[in-house]
């Protein structure tokens, strides 16, 4: 296939973890040959026997696994996923995408699955696999986590440096009220008053609280009670 090219191995220099001899490639169902596995810690990278192969970038590789399902491949496997189109593919995902700009938003995927001669090798494989892909995170999953927002640095406050956050007690905090704020918050002050002076009058209970009330002018409704009003009232303790 085209974008098969000739490149030196990796080798210790970019952190070889796995070299595996006798694998065959295989590229979303056909075979590419068989030829070398490199797993390095800067790429992962297959050669055949002439020395042409492809390098596989990690933050492209969306999964890698190991495949032991015989129903989906006849051989075990290391399967890996891509994001990415390769060969002839990827000019007719080009032309797919010049008739039809639905297809925008759907990301182009590989699948590549390396056969290895010597199947107990797999483990190895995708350890090696694991600790490479772990070198290199998902910028996307990094970025989630950065506050944009004005940090509030503790140290340097302790050491009396940086900008002291603003705090308003009541008053002063009424002095930058306008004038419609404040009559807003009189109002509400004033709904609130009355909504905890009717709760010592509800259900026709006189209290001791709605005796102060009564005594400072207001009217308190001093029924008594029926007995057995509420008899039969189911009443959670």
Partial sequence: M???KSFPPPGSAEGLRQQQPETEAVLNGKGLGTGTLYIAESRLSWLDGSGLGFSLEYPTISLHAVSRDLNAYPREHLYVMVNAKFGEESKESVAEEEEDDSDDDVEPIAEFRFVPNDKSALE???TAMCEC???HP???DEDSDDYDGEEYDVEAHEQGQGDIP???TY???LSHLTAEGQATLERLEGMLSQSVSSQYN???VRTEDSIRDYEDGMEVDTTPTVAGQFEDADVDH
């Fill in 202 to 204: 509800m259900a026709g």
């Fill in 124 to 126: 190895a494989m995708f």
């Fill in 166 to 168: 603003t705090f308003y």
């Fill in 133 to 135: 892909q772990a070198l």
């Fill in 171 to 173: 008053e002063e905090g």
């Fill in 138 to 140: 998902d910028p996307e």
């Fill in 2 to 4: 085209s974008f098969l």
